[in-house]
C-alpha cells in the first residue's frame, strides 16, 4: 500500500523560499504524476502542480512564476519549491499521487490518491 | 478563487438522500471528468469518486456521482453520522495551459 509522507520546515520568513518533501513508501514513483495541493486555514483546496515521475511538469497559473516541483526516482521522492512566499502562502501542504486517464471520448480524467497527512507551513518573521 | 461552484452546506438526518451539486463551464466540467473528495476536520482529503461514477475500493456504494454537460453531482443514500465531512470536487481546466481545479467545499451535517 502505498504512503506518502511529506517534511519540511513548519516556519518560514516572508519573501524566502518554501521547501518540503514528499516521500513515497510500498510503491515506486513510476508511471504516476506526483502532486502538491495545499489548503489555507479554513478555506478551500487549491492545486498547486504536478511533476510526472519522468519530470515533465504542470503548475498552477496562478502560482506558476514562483513553483518548482522536481521528481528524485533514486530517492523515491518529490519536491516542492515556492519562492517569494507572504503570509498568503500560510496553508497545509499536502503531497499525493496523481493518475491521468483519457476516455474513449478523449475526455481527460486527473484525480489525486493516496495523499499524504499534510503539513503545516507557516509564512511569518 | 475556485471556478467550481458548490453549495456551503447541505444537511440530512439519518438515513435520508443528500446531493451535493458541482457547477462548472465548457473548459472543466464540460470536457473533463469529474472527482469527488471528502475531508473530515484535521485530515487530508480522500478520493471517493473519479472519472464522474467510479468509486475506488473501499468505499460505500452509498456514495455515487454523476454528470451532465457543465454540472456535477454527488449523491449520498442513506445517510450515516459518518459522512459528516467536508466535500470538494474537482476536474481538470483546459484554460490557460491547463490546471486541476477543487470546488469551493460543501459541509454535510447530519442532524
Known amino acids: 500500500q502505498v504512503q506518502l509522507q511529506e517534511s519540511g520546515p513548519g516556519l518560514v520568513k516572508p519573501s524566502e523560499t518554501l521547501s518540503l518533501t514528499c516521500t513515497v513508501s510500498g510503491g515506486s514513483l513510476s508511471s504516476y504524476y506526483w502532486g502538491w495541493i495545499r489548503q489555507p486555514p479554513g478555506k478551500e483546496l487549491e492545486w498547486i502542480g504536478y511533476?510526472?515521475?519522468?519530470?515533465?511538469?504542470n503548475y498552477n497559473p496562478s502560482l506558476k512564476s514562483r513553483v518548482t516541483i522536481s521528481v528524485d526516482t533514486s530517492k523515491n521522492q518529490f519536491s516542492l519549491n515556492l519562492s517569494s512566499v507572504t503570509a498568503a502562502d500560510t496553508a497545509v501542504y499536502y503531497c499525493a499521487r496523481g493518475k491521468l486517464r483519457y476516455s474513449t471520448g478523449g475526455s481527460r480524467s486527473n484525480w489525486f490518491d493516496p495523499w499524504g497527512q499534510g503539513t503545516l507551513v507557516t509564512v511569518s518573521s | 478563487q475556485s471556478v467550481l461552484t458548490q453549495p456551503p452546506s447541505a444537511s440530512g438526518t439519518p438515513g435520508q438522500r443528500v446531493t451535493i451539486s458541482c457547477s462548472g463551464s465548457s473548459s472543466n466540467i464540460g470536457s473533463s471528468d469529474v472527482n469527488w473528495y471528502q475531508q473530515f476536520p484535521g485530515s487530508a482529503p480522500k478520493l471517493l469518486i473519479f472519472t464522474n461514477d467510479q468509486r475506488p475500493s473501499g468505499v460505500p456504494d452509498r456514495f455515487s456521482g454523476s454528470k451532465s454537460g457543465t454540472s456535477a453531482s454527488l449523491a449520498i443514500s442513506g445517510l450515516q453520522s459518518e459522512d459528516e465531512a467536508d466535500y470538494y470536487c474537482?476536474?481538470?481546466?483546459?484554460?490557460?495551459?491547463?490546471?486541476?481545479?477543487f470546488g469551493t467545499g460543501t459541509k454535510v451535517t447530519v442532524l
Open positions: 511533476a510526472y515521475y519522468r519530470g515533465s511538469t
Open positions: 474537482a476536474a481538470w481546466d483546459d484554460s490557460l495551459n491547463g490546471f486541476y481545479v
